[in-house]
Each structure stands twice: as structure tokens, then as C-alpha cells.
């Protein structure tokens, strides 16, 4: 049916072939018929830093002469054609995971970026991609949406970048290209597009692979397991951008991108294999055993689940843990923060000091490499003590610009009679940043290694900080108090 001796082939800036008279009209009308009559409500829409466009959600619901050509193009016939072509054996993606239909509207783009270098489920290379566009009634000198191909440095050298767009291909009905994923094959269509009256911008893709052992070309090795995108020379230096496109480039994070609202952050303040020795203000560091607290700490994570929206939890670990208790919190929460291996921190949580132990533990996760590279996507902080749990009837609220907590103001425990309870608190979006320089004031405080509460520095260090508080009576939060092993509902 693609006959492929019509294609013309192109080595600059990287190996692509383009044919503009693909396939047959009324072949090819049908399946743009079929793609222009799906209910929208199949497609999801992507909006985020580096695309605005609609994907087709089920590669397993596709419309039938759509799915007669994606099982043509992974026929082995033409596959056969395409390795010839190529000069390498290609495998089809049987996982259908490279399959895609792709549908602009106006103001929709694609920002320059390289395709994954492997795909992550069988480790083979993600070696040619198929692009074959299907636009409606579109006029590229008015419409835009332009596939541009770019000159750039290689993915695996330093501080990589893009030079000159060398070559525009008009997205026009019947053009099909193929390219050859280099190091330096940056391509997208940065420039929103123009839908004037019913036109669409319509592109079906399908990608082949191949084994690592029969690439005979040099720049080839690729290993991010998903797409890479590069900053526009156009384009102003976005620091948020730039930790975007790590995190979109990461198989574990790359979701995040995607995610519509952001997320909460839940940091689970935990200490579960204690130490036999005293605290300042009791002879018992624990109730429970080690066990028990292992077991309280699951009952905190299922709660956060339950009842903070779209939670992103990272257990600050301040006790190193056993294998399998490890491994099964591994699988429970998003992140594990190992602060024990902080030889300080350590010290702090073994510590007579418990505040000291809290306050620097939490302070050393947010003051990490991974709170760094994922800041952008939280959109409050929140912090529950280990082994304590949510309530039924709790009520989620974060406020951008306040701290959510019970506070007091009259308490005879502390000469300034201000007292926040630390079993749960929420920072607002606005405010991280400050919270963070309050939470360091705090833990480099005299009092906090004196042995004053952390209910008592905390909240002074932020009220020098000018952060506002939003007073809650009541938190939901409820659970056994480990010293003295007594039920604690607030």
C-alpha cells in the first residue's frame, strides 16, 4: 500500500525521509472521516509546559480503518520494507505504547524535543518514527503548524543546545514523514497553530525498534527512557521550565507533568525503630514496639490516601529501617527521605531532644536535591507525625498565602505563651519558601537544642518571619501519643 521508493531522503540535520502523495485519496479520506467524527470525550487533553494538544486515550478503542492501518503498518511485510529502507532489522512496539493520534486546535503546539532513546519496558531502542498527517482543510501558509527539524548538539554532551531550524514540513493531508532517532534529532511544532473555520491539524504516529546489538550508527545512545525537550532559542531561561523537563524526561516522574491540579505534599515526620533511652521530658522514648509503630505508620499513609487530595507522600525516615519494612513502605509512599544517613540528624533523633530530631529531620528533606527538583509541582506543604492518622471527618484546606494549624497564644508552658500543635499543619503554596528559612531559624535555635518543644520554637520563628497563621480548633487528626502510649484525638 506505502509505497516507499516514493519517498525522498534527507541526511541534515539528522537522516529523514517525506513523501507528499502517500497513499490513495479515498483511502486516506476515510480515515480522516473517522478520526474527524470521534466524540472528543475519547481524547485527553495535554496542557503543560511543553504541549497543548489532544492524544487519543485507549490504543485498544481505536475506530476501525484507523485500526486497520496501524495493524497495516505493523504488518510484517512492511516492516520488512521499512528495514531495508533503514538498513537495520526493526521490531514492531507490540504494547502499542509509540502508537498515537494527535488532533491541534488553535493556539496548540509542540515544543522541540528528541524522542525517547529506549523504550522502558523491554529496554530495546526506539530507533524510527512515523509520523503520516491527515489535517483537515488545512492551509500551512495560513494555518502554521509546521514540523520543524533543528540543528542542535547531541543529547549526551554538556550543556547541549539548538542552533538553526533547517528544514519546515508543511503538516499537509497525505505527507508522511519518517526519521532516524539520533542523539541530535530535535524536531517539534513550537509555533501555535491557527484553526481557522473546521480546520484541524490531524498526525498519526507509530514508531519501530530495534535491538541495541545491530545499531551500526554512532549517534545513537540515547538512553533517556523518555522524551527529552530543549529550551527555544527564542525563549527566555525559565528555571521551573528547566526542572519540568528533567522531571518529563524521568519514566518515575514523568506522570507528574501531566497531573491537571498539583500536588499536596505530605511529609510524614517518623522515627519507627527507636532507641531504649530517655527523652528530656519522660524515661520512656516508645510505648510501642518497633513493630507496632511500623504498623501506626501504615495507618497514617492509608489516612493521607483517604483524605488529602492528590497527596504526594514522602516518609522522612529518621531510623534506619529493616529490609522488608523498607521495601513494603517503598510501596506505599512516594518517596522515602532517609534522613538517618545524615550522621547529624541521626544524632539529633537519638537525641534526649525530640523537637531537635523532628525539626532537623524535616529541615534536611527540604533542604534536598528532591524537594528541589519536584518543588514546582507541590502546591502546599503538608506535615503529619508518624503513627498518628486522619480522621474521617477531617476537612482538607491549604490556603495560599497562610499556615493552616492549631494555634494558641495563652499557653503558661512558654514564656511568650505561644503553642502550635506539630501533629499536623499545612503550608500554603505562597509561603514554602518562607516556611522553609523558618523551619532553618528553628532548628539553629537555642531553645529547640536546649530542649524546648518544637511546639513552642516553631511557631515563634515563623511569626519572625511574618507568616500568618490561619487558626483551626479542631484538626481530625487522632492516635496513640508514643511515650506514655495514650490516645491523642485533636
Not at 514492531?92 to 519496558?121: P, Q, R
Request: aromatic share 12%; net charge negative; glycine share 4%.
Amino acid at each position: 500500500m506505502i509505497e516507499l521508493e516514493k519517498f525522498k531522503y534527507y541526511d541534515n540535520p539528522f537522516p529523514y525521509y517525506i513523501c507528499t502523495d502517500t497513499l490513495p485519496l479515498e483511502y486516506i479520506t476515510e480515515l480522516q472521516n473517522e478520526i474527524l467524527n470521534m466524540d472528543m470525550s475519547l481524547f485527553d487533553r495535554m496542557d503543560n509546559w511543553f504541549e497543548q494538544k489532544f492524544v487519543l486515550r485507549n490504543k485498544n478503542n481505536i475506530p476501525v480503518k484507523c485500526m486497520e492501518f496501524f495493524n497495516y503498518l505493523n504488518t510484517e511485510q512492511f516492516v520488512d520494507k521499512l528495514s531495508k529502507l533503514v538498513d537495520i532489522p526493526l521490531i514492531v512496539d507490540t504494547d502499542k505504547n509509540f502508537w498515537g493520534i494527535h488532533k491541534f486546535k488553535s493556539g496548540d503546539k509542540l515544543d522541540i524535543h528528541l524522542d525517547a532513546g529506549i523504550y522502558h519496558k523491554n529496554l530495546k531502542k526506539k530507533y524510527l518514527t512515523l509520523g503520516f498527517y491527515l489535517s483537515y482543510e488545512w492551509d500551512s501558509n495560513l494555518n502554521g503548524g509546521f514540523l520543524e527539524l533543528w540543528d542542535g548538539d547531541s543529547c549526551i554532551v554538556n550543556n547541549y543546545k539548538l542552533h538553526k531550524c533547517t528544514k519546515k514540513i508543511a503538516p499537509d493531508f497525505n505527507t508522511m514523514v519518517l526519521f532516524i532517532n539520533t542523539d541530535n534529532a530535535w524536531h517539534g511544532s513550537p509555533e501555535p497553530v491557527k484553526c481557522i473555520g473546521k480546520s484541524e491539524r490531524i498526525f498519526i504516529t507509530c514508531s519501530y525498534l530495534a535491538n541495541l546489538e545491530d545499531i551500526k550508527i554512532t549517534n545513537m545512545t540515547n538512553t533517556l527512557q523518555k522524551a527529552l525537550f530543549i529550551q527555544h532559542p527564542d525563549e527566555e531561561y525559565n528555571e521551573e521550565k528547566q526542572k519540568a523537563i528533567m522531571l518529563r524526561a524521568n519514566p518515575e516522574t514523568c506522570h507528574m507533568i501531566y497531573q491537571k491540579d498539583k500536588y499536596n505534599l505530605v511529609l510524614i515526620s517518623s522515627a519507627i525503630i527507636t532507641i531504649n533511652e530517655p527523652l528530656s521530658y519522660t524515661p520512656v522514648r516508645s510505648y510501642f514496639t518497633h513493630q507496632q509503630r511500623y504498623e501506626q505508620t501504615l495507618n497514617t499513609i492509608e489516612s493521607i490516601k483517604n483524605k488529602i487530595p492528590y497527596a504526594y507522600i514522602v516518609l522522612v525516615e529518621g531510623t534506619e529501617l529493616p529490609e522488608m519494612m523498607y521495601k513494603n513502605l517503598v510501596s506505599k509512599v512516594d518517596y522515602i527521605h532517609k534522613a538517618y544517613l545524615i550522621s547529624d540528624i541521626y544524632k539529633h533523633v537519638n537525641s534526649p531532644y525530640k523537637g531537635l530530631g523532628e525539626g532537623s529531620s524535616l529541615l534536611s528533606y527540604l533542604q534536598s536535591q528532591h524537594y528541589k527538583e519536584h518543588e514546582i509541582l507541590f502546591n502546599s506543604i503538608s506535615k503529619i507525625s508518624g503513627r498518628y492518622k486522619i480522621r474521617n471527618d477531617f476537612e482538607w484546606l491549604a490556603i495560599d498565602d497562610k499556615i493552616v494549624c492549631n494555634i494558641k497564644c495563652n499557653t503558661p508552658d512558654h514564656p511568650s505563651g505561644i503553642y502550635m500543635s506539630t501533629m499536623f499543619y499545612t503550608v500554603g503554596n505562597k509561603i514554602k519558601d518562607i516556611f522553609i528559612e523558618a523551619l532553618s531559624l528553628c532548628c539553629n535555635h537555642n531553645e529547640l537544642h536546649n530542649g524546648i518543644a518544637l511546639e513552642h520554637v516553631l511557631p515563634l520563628c515563623m511569626i519572625y518571619k511574618k507568616i500568618i497563621f490561619y487558626g483551626k480548633q479542631l484538626l481530625r487528626v487522632e492516635g496513640e501519643y508514643g511515650p506514655w502510649g495514650g490516645y491523642v484525638c485533636h
